[in-house]
């Protein structure tokens, strides 16, 4: 199946929601963790879409499988959250997709670096940040997780002269 990335809808809400509370407890995480939480799902439209970020959605047919999103930390970087894909659609490719529909986003909002972070428990997620070019910047422990944050550097799309 293919994935259609599209950006989020109000009306995507309560299936993100799901989604990503179902994503983390895959991984034996749940939202108050201490590193997980779920407030900022009502407040997208704040949080990332008007404040010079983006949300995106995965869908495959009229199903969403996959989200992310993209939140400004200063003027030149932005921060890669929520990066899910539903455990019955991974290994296909989409969350590579997504981080790189991110990634091409955040360069087309001006942003020069996109930081991240996951946790140990996530090793998918952490083989795909290293895959895609990611650099670990540090570790955490928090409560009983470690975190790990990571950055990229983003280039902007080549100019080609004649």
Request: with cysteine.
């Amino acid at each position: 199946m293919t994935l259609t990335i599209r950006r989020y809808r109000w009306s995507d809400l309560d299936t993100i929601l799901a989604l990503h509370r179902i994503c983390l407890a895959e991984v034996g995480l749940v939202p108050g963790d201490g590193v997980y939480y779920d407030d900022d799902f009502p407040r997208i439209q704040e949080i990332y879409l008007a404040c010079g970020g983006d949300f995106l959605v995965g869908e495959t047919g009229s199903r969403v499988v996959a989200m992310g999103g993209l939140r400004p930390v200063d003027t030149g970087t932005a921060e890669i959250c929520r990066l899910r894909v539903h455990p019955e659609f991974q290994r296909r490719g989409y969350g590579a997709a997504m981080l790189i529909a991110l990634e091409r986003r955040a360069v087309e909002l001006g942003f020069h670096s996109v930081r991240g972070d996951t946790t140990l428990n996530q090793e998918a997620a952490l083989a795909l940040y290293e895959r895609q070019g990611w650099r670990e910047l540090s570790r955490e422990q928090v409560g009983g997780l470690t975190v790990v944050y990571g950055e990229k550097r983003l280039l902007p799309p080549a100019v080609l002269e004649f």
